[in-house]
């Protein structure tokens, strides 16, 4: 007689919303900013800026396809490339503000860093949790 298991572990909504929004936030729509800042005529970005500008875009894109699929190292490098991807536009930020004129650069901090922060604490979040790292690991 054949052992079928019942109740197989079913992938958890919030992985599918969780790297759909990665995707589109981290790989596509920052795709097209950086994209934009690039051909901007005003600045001329170094080719390694530019090459590493766009790669880490398409390194989130493909972790978050990674981790849609189901694979534990795909979670645990959307984690690691996310942070790297916050941490990249934390130091651009601080070198624009150390370079820039005086006066008070808060607003703009805040509204810059806000959007990014608020996706590094929900994906470290909810892909620590035990039911989807549960998910994750059920090959193992």
Do not use: H
Not at 16 to 37: K, M, W
Not at 111 to 121: A, D, E, G, Y
Request: glycine share 6%; with cysteine.
């Amino acid at each position: 007689m054949e052992n079928i298991e019942k109740n197989p572990t079913q992938k958890p909504l919030g992985v599918y919303i969780l790297t759909i929004c990665i995707f589109l936030r981290f790989g596509v729509f920052q795709f097209i900013s950086d994209f934009n800042a690039i051909q901007d005529d005003d600045s001329k970005t170094p080719f390694l800026i530019a090459i590493i500008l766009i790669g880490r875009n398409v390194f989130v894109a493909g972790a978050a396809v990674w981790a849609f699929l189901g694979e534990n190292e795909g979670r645990i490098a959307l984690l690691a490339i996310v942070t790297l991807n916050v941490l990249w536009t934390i130091f651009n930020l601080l070198t624009y503000v150390s370079y820039s004129g005086s006066g008070q650069k808060i607003a703009l901090i805040a509204n810059v860093l806000f959007n990014p922060l608020f996706w590094l604490v929900v994906c470290w979040w909810y892909l620590n949790r035990k039911t989807v790292v549960n998910y994750y690991k059920r090959n193992d």
